[in-house]
């Protein structure tokens, strides 16, 4: 191709050159972890509550978790035949997981392809199309890749998990040394995912969806 000709034009070897794999790196990741914890009792009653909360950080960008906790621990003895205890934990993760692309794909970028530039939110667009016929144009030659930096621009992908678990029980001693003990347990599990696109953003995917597929390419 003419991009690798150094008698041509459009030759791209004495172009700048740019580092692709040091803006992937989150270097102050941060990680976070805090709890409270609660205990106490008397001879008939014990109680045990705790609650914390901790955030992690990736050392790659765009992938973060926080989680919040609570856990109950209570048994209590009514009488020398009865007993009663409740255990319960609830926990709530909210997360984005974004990272745009992986190493191996960001290493192979022709460093001559820019990251930044004039296109949506300052990033750099790796290809030009137009809609009606639906055409596309790598913008750097046959080794164009995504600028996945662009594409994460306008990209959003979050979830949350909210889980309940708890177990309740009675025991009862009728006899010395003849316990019965009756329980009820629970688990609960929601997760919600979301994904957010910009279809503006199709401009820095290699292979950029043809719209008029989908609508009327307006």
Same mark, same amino acid.
């Given at each position: 191709?003419?991009?690798?000709? =150094?008698?041509? =034009?459009?030759?791209?070897?004495?172009?700048?050159?740019?580092?692709?794999? /040091?803006?992937?790196?989150?270097?102050?990741?941060?990680?976070?972890?805090?709890?409270?914890?609660? /205990?106490?009792?008397?001879?008939?009653?014990?109680?045990?509550?705790?609650?914390?909360? /901790?955030?992690?950080?990736?050392?790659?960008?765009?992938?973060?978790?926080?989680?919040?906790? @609570?856990?109950?621990?209570?048994?209590?003895?009514?009488?020398?035949?009865?007993?009663?205890?409740?255990?319960?934990?609830?926990?709530?993760?909210?997360? *984005?997981?974004?990272?745009?692309?992986?190493? *191996?794909?960001?290493?192979?970028?022709?460093?001559?392809?820019?990251?930044?530039?004039?296109?949506?939110?300052?990033?750099?667009? =790796?290809?030009?199309?137009?809609?009606?016929?639906?055409?596309?144009? @790598?913008?750097?030659?046959?080794?164009?890749?995504?600028?996945?930096?662009?594409?994460?621009?306008?990209?959003?992908?979050?979830?949350?998990? @909210?889980?309940?678990?708890?177990?309740?029980?009675?025991?009862?001693?009728?006899?010395?040394?003849?316990?019965?003990?009756?329980?009820?347990? =629970?688990?609960?599990?929601? *997760?919600?995912?979301?994904?957010?696109? @910009?279809?503006?953003?199709?401009?820095?995917?290699?292979?950029?969806?043809?719209?008029?597929?989908?609508?009327?390419?307006?």
């Amino acid at each position: 191709p003419s991009v690798f000709d =150094a008698t041509s =034009a459009d030759y791209l070897g004495n172009s700048p050159t740019y580092d692709w794999l /040091s803006p992937i790196y989150n270097k102050n990741a941060e990680v976070s972890d805090y709890n409270l914890r609660i /205990s106490g009792g008397n001879e008939f009653t014990n109680y045990y509550v705790s609650t914390g909360y /901790s955030r992690t950080e990736s050392p790659l960008i765009r992938n973060w978790m926080d989680r919040y906790t @609570l856990s109950t621990n209570i048994t209590s003895r009514i009488n020398k035949f009865l007993s009663i205890g409740v255990n319960y934990r609830l926990t709530y993760q909210k997360a *984005q997981d974004a990272t745009p692309g992986n190493l *191996q794909y960001i290493a192979g970028t022709s460093p001559w392809q820019p990251i930044y530039g004039n296109g949506i939110n300052g990033y750099a667009p =790796a290809v030009s199309f137009v809609m009606d016929p639906f055409t596309s144009t @790598l913008l750097y030659g046959p080794e164009t890749n995504s600028n996945i930096y662009g594409s994460a621009s306008t990209t959003d992908n979050r979830y949350t998990n @909210l889980r309940n678990m708890g177990n309740a029980y009675v025991e009862i001693e009728p006899l010395k040394g003849l316990k019965i003990k009756g329980s009820i347990s =629970a688990d609960f599990l929601n *997760q919600v995912r979301s994904q957010w696109n @910009l279809y503006a953003g199709e401009v820095f995917n290699q292979t950029p969806s043809d719209w008029t597929v989908y609508g009327d390419g307006n």
